[in-house]
């Protein structure tokens, strides 16, 4: 059957036939593609980019017939010499210089610091099946690092560099079947590749080594060299259009004949699928390597979407004269990804990418032997609302995409290029176009990948022009971009615009600009303050402060406190995901990032991205869930929920609560809201579309006071969505404890005040304006009389020009002006007026005789200015008061039992000694929440944000008690005195500059306890 080809070989995308063969070789497609690559170049471009051939991989087959076993891992021990000799390759793999080196790894993490320029030798000897000898056999490295030259029983295979992609050697004529192999290679990181990736000098350290599994395979002899697989859909996004290339090598000088392919496709549950083209006869042929492109209808399949990840197993045969020669198994899902009207779509439908950036990285590995995480990372970031990856800076392992697949991710598959610089020539191009058509070739078939990145933050040019065109003609399918360009945005090719860390709003970001925007990376976390957030790391509790209801009081507090906030300020900003949601012109957004980027060296050095600070991962680098994990899980909910405070008139029978289909596929039906409010539980359904706002109706019991708070699970199957808490009317504030049970007993000679209550006793030094503690009549669990906190915003390497992190005021240039006693007729009045260098006032505490206390404090600021982050209160405990307790407001709903967010519960200083201290480098079997420091464990010492109460207490139910209407937040940590604790007024997630007359003040209701 004759079959017109586009002039790049291809099929027009919506033709069908039953079956096609073309005797083309591979080498005469290469040429046709270099040819209309290069048409627009200078001649000496031209030639260049005539000499360069896409990278195609084997497929590998489920099955080889004739062979029970037709593949063998070479993972596992080898042997490594970081200064090898000239006779390095005859060497026995026992002599001396000859050290343990496991596969996958980097050299570095297994006690190997090579310079980057230097080679290393690494070898090893297998065996190969010898049943294999009637066979042709590869050997593949999925991934290495390095520019590497490859000897397999002394004979040179070769030369590459291309990095995070697969390197494939043919070995048959080499390889000795039935016998012990020896493989070896030198290796030296400091490359183009290597330069181009920036990868080393990212991460801190070297990543020499061989990243990924090794294997060596055995094939037929005329076998499937190459495939192209493209599952989509036809105009109407009704039927499958499946369109196979295949590229079959047949190494004998005769013609072949008698050959076909068979394909098969299965659903889910394993039941055959009606397709139109289910086997192909093959023409006869000839030596070399032939195309057959086939094209097949499956009428009205399943799709694949992120919502819906419904997969088939294709089963693709090829046998002669009805004898099966291998068969490859893929597994594939019928989708579109257009991009049109500035907005991305899939299978018709517009879709909003809700993203994390993704490292490759293990603590103990590196950026080697990650593929064990793959499926446990998508189903974290999967469970947190996210519906889209950007394998940063990189392409990912297979196992990772398997999963995404899987799960339902949609991927950006990155090529591996960052921070390259503007080129003035193409002499990079080879270097580019290399990992790149092999990045496309790799991971073309998985659905999950739905778009290609040229390169991080790089300069625009003619290398990324070049590649862009190289992406196109090798998968028309999708879409590309390069993740910020820096400059010449105005001049990229690609299909989708991105830029890094935008302020909004982002619509006015070239209005004029016909391809849509995507923030492809963007609300990094709360990890560059380092001074602030590790003596805090409730601060990263901030960095989604005000996305709930960003009209809320709390909302707008939030929102004011970013707003002209110049340079870049971690977090979201309140309600950017909403406007990404409706805008026309956004398709989403790429948090930075996924993992922590942190490794241990076997010296104990830790070594990172971002000099050691690369602490920003929503999981660490262990997989623990950490509460910005939660918090996105709130804040990338497909099912919103627009009002967190429902219109409500004390005896209404019912409450209406408006819900916001943010799916693009999904009806709400599929779902079940489970809910409960004062002491009632219910459940309910609606039938909410994509894209619209419907309402859940909740009767509503007779009696219920307006501020109660309706709880809403959205579950799914067993599963929770996302939950949330909805107050009802706007609640009045609760009644605090009040000093009113009569002042207790005191008296002063002059230089101390004494005062007696019922269960405690207090002894002031008039002179120092502070508790004599140590003197025996002091009983009570409050060592120091409270005294004003201020802490300076630490800026880290966000703004290096601003001075570091620090406490105010100084205590050493306090002044006590005045120590005051007035007894009233509730309670005793203490008031001390002091001054600092910088801030001059006074601060009152009112008590009675059973302990409640109020107390409150002004300031006067009159230094230059000063960026602020903490101001309020604190004082020390007696360091038995170790147990923090509290109840808290939240603008979001319930959190994780282990989760530092949660709104009530319970944390001690001292993690539990089930889980005694051990070695950093160790993988914790304790929650993240339990991580410790000198200060406390994370739980413990992690600020709690909005507390109705919180209290300090030693395990004799002694300590201190702060009530509060939401308006206060507090801290506590561990310090040499004692315990410290902070009750604060302001903690703002973007610095507060206070300025020369600043006035400071607040109201505490405390209680001994």
């Known amino acids: 059957m004759t079959t017109i080809l586009d002039p790049l070989g291809r099929l027009p995308r919506r033709q069908f036939l039953k079956q096609t063969t073309l005797g083309v070789t591979g080498l005469v497609i290469a040429s046709g593609l270099s040819r209309a690559f290069a048409a627009d170049n200078s001649p000496a471009d031209a030639q260049l980019a005539r000499a360069f051939e896409p990278i195609r991989y084997r497929p590998l087959p489920a099955k080889v017939m004739g062979l029970k076993k037709h593949t063998v891992l070479l993972n596992g021990e080898w042997v490594i010499d970081p200064d090898p000799g000239p006779g390095v390759r005859e060497k026995s793999l026992t002599a001396a210089g000859w050290g343990a080196f496991h596969v996958p790894g980097q050299w570095v993490q297994q006690g190997y610091d090579v310079p980057l320029d230097k080679t290393v030798a690494v070898a090893r000897e297998f065996s190969i099946p010898k049943e294999w000898a009637a066979y042709r056999v590869f050997l593949r490295f999925d991934a290495i690092h390095s520019g590497t030259d490859y000897w397999l029983n002394g004979r040179s295979l070769g030369y590459r560099e291309n990095l995070f992609t697969p390197v494939e050697w043919e070995i048959t004529e080499v390889a000795k079947a039935g016998e012990m192999n020896r493989l070896d290679l030198q290796m030296k990181v400091a490359t183009t590749s290597e330069r181009l990736s920036s990868s080393s000098s990212y991460a801190g350290h070297s990543l020499g080594g061989i990243d990924r599994a ?17 599952a989509g859909l036809d105009q109407a996004y009704r039927d499958g259009e499946l369109h196979v290339e295949l590229g079959i090598d047949n190494p004998e000088s005769a013609t072949q004949t008698g050959l076909a392919v068979g394909l098969q496709l299965f659903d889910q549950d394993g039941r055959l699928v009606a397709h139109s083209t289910p086997k192909v006869d093959l023409d006869p042929l000839k030596s070399g390597r032939s195309t057959v492109t086939i094209e097949s209808r499956v009428t009205n399949p399943l799709k694949w979407n992120a919502e819906e990840p419904n997969l088939y197993k294709l089963v693709l045969t090829l046998e002669q004269n009805g004898r099966a020669l291998e068969q490859i198994e893929r597994k594939i899902g019928f989708r579109t990804v257009e991009t049109k009207n500035r907005q991305l779509y899939v299978n018709g439908a517009r879709v909003k990418l809700a993203g994390v950036c993704h490292h490759e990285i293990d603590p103990l590995t590196g950026r080697a032997d990650t593929m064990r995480h793959g499926e446990e990372d998508v189903k974290r970031f999967k469970s947190a609302n996210l519906n889209h990856i950007r394998t940063s800076h990189y392409p990912c392992t297979q196992e990772f995409l398997d999963a995404a697949d899987r799960y339902g991710l949609y991927v950006e598959s990155e090529a591996p290029f ?74 990229v090719t690609c299909d989708i615009l991105s830029r890094h860390y935008q302020h909004m709003p ?32 409730g601060l990263r509790q901030l960095w989604a402060a005000g996305s709930a209801d960003p009209n809320s009081d709390w909302g707008r507090s939030c929102l004011e406190n970013v707003q002209g906030v110049k340079g870049m300020v971690p977090g ?9 949601c409706a805008s026309e012109r956004c398709i989403g957004s790429t948090i930075w990032s996924g993992v ?60 209406r609560v408006p819900v916001e289909n943010r799916h693009s596929f999904t009806n709400l039906n599929k779902f079940e809201f489970v809910w409960e409010l004062n002491g009632a539980r219910g459940k309910s359904r609606i039938d909410v579309l994509p894209g619209v706002t419907g309402e859940i109706q909740i009767p509503v019991s007779k009696g219920t006071p307006e501020g109660e708070v309706l709880l809403v699970r959205v579950m799914d199957k067993g599963d929770e969505i996302v939950n949330a808490t909805l107050t009802l009317g706007q609640p009045g504030p609760r009644p605090l404890p009040r000093p009113q049970s009569g002042a207790p007993r005191w008296s002063d000679d002059g230089h101390i005040i004494i005062i007696k209550g019922n269960k405690f006793s207090l002894v002031l030094d008039e002179t120092t304006g502070d508790f004599v503690a140590s003197n025996p009549t002091h009983r009570a669990p409050i060592i120091n009389f409270p ?5 300076r915003h630490d800026f880290g390497d966000l703004n290096r020009k601003k001075p570091p992190y620090a406490t105010f005021p100084d205590a050493a240039t306090r002044v006590i002006d005045a120590v005051t006693v007035t007894e009233n007729s509730d309670n005793l009045e203490l008031m001390i007026k002091d001054h600092y260098e910088s801030f001059a006032g006074a601060i009152r505490w009112l008590m009675d005789k059973n302990g409640v206390g109020a107390i409150s404090y002004d300031y006067i600021y ?11 209160l604190k004082a020390v405990l007696p360091a038995a008061c170790d147990k923090v307790k509290w109840r808290r407001w939240s603008e979001w709903g319930l959190f994780p039992d282990d989760c530092i967010c949660r709104t009530e519960g319970t944390a001690k200083a001292a993690r539990n000694n089930r889980w005694p201290e051990q070695p950093a480098n ?31 207490a030693a395990s004799d139910g002694s300590g201190v008690r702060v009530d509060a209407n939401g308006d206060l937040h507090f801290r506590a940590c561990r310090s040499v005195q004692g315990v410290q604790m902070h009750v604060l007024s302001q903690c703002a997630l973007a610095p507060v500059t206070l300025k020369n007359g600043a006035r400071l003040s607040g109201n505490v209701c405390l209680q001994l306890i």
């Open 214 to 230: 090794v294997r060596i395979y055995a094939l037929p002899k005329l076998h499937v060299a190459t495939m192209r697989l493209n």
């Open 418 to 491: 960052c921070w390259v610089k503007p080129a003035m020539d193409l002499s990079d191009l080879e270097a580019i176009l290399t990992p790149t058509s092999a990045m496309i070739d790799y991971n073309h078939w998985h659905p999950c990948v739905i778009m290609w990145s040229l390169a991080n933050e790089s300069r625009w040019g003619r290398q990324f022009e070049e590649s862009n065109k190289l992406c196109k003609r090798l998968d028309p399918t999708r879409p590309t971009t390069i993740e910020d360009a820096f400059s010449d945005e105005l001049k």
């Open 506 to 537: 982002y619509d006015n970001l070239y209005k004029d600009d016909p391809r849509p925007f995507f923030h492809g990376e963007c609300f990094f976390l709360v990890y560059h303050e380092r001074t602030d957030v590790a003596i805090d790391p």
């Open 572 to 580: 979201i900003y309140p309600g950017a995901w909403s406007y990404l």
């Open 596 to 655: 922590d980027d942190i490794a241990f060296l076997p010296d104990g050095k830790v070594v990172s991205s971002e000099h050691g600070n690369a602490w920003w991962g929503l999981i660490d680098g262990w997989r623990r869930p950490k509460p910005e994990l939660a918090l996105s899980k709130f804040v990338f909910s497909p099912v919103w929920f627009p009002h967190r405070r429902l219109d409500y008139q004390p005896g209404q029978t019912s409450i």
């Open 787 to 791: 005294s004003l906190h201020v802490t």
């Open 862 to 872: 009159t230094g230059d200015d000063l960026d602020s982050r903490e101001i309020g």
């Open 922 to 952: 160790q993988k914790p079997n304790w929650p993240w929440s339990q991580d410790e420091t000198e200060l406390g464990t994370t739980d413990f010492r992690s600020i709690k944000f909005c507390i109705y109460e919180a209290s300090l």
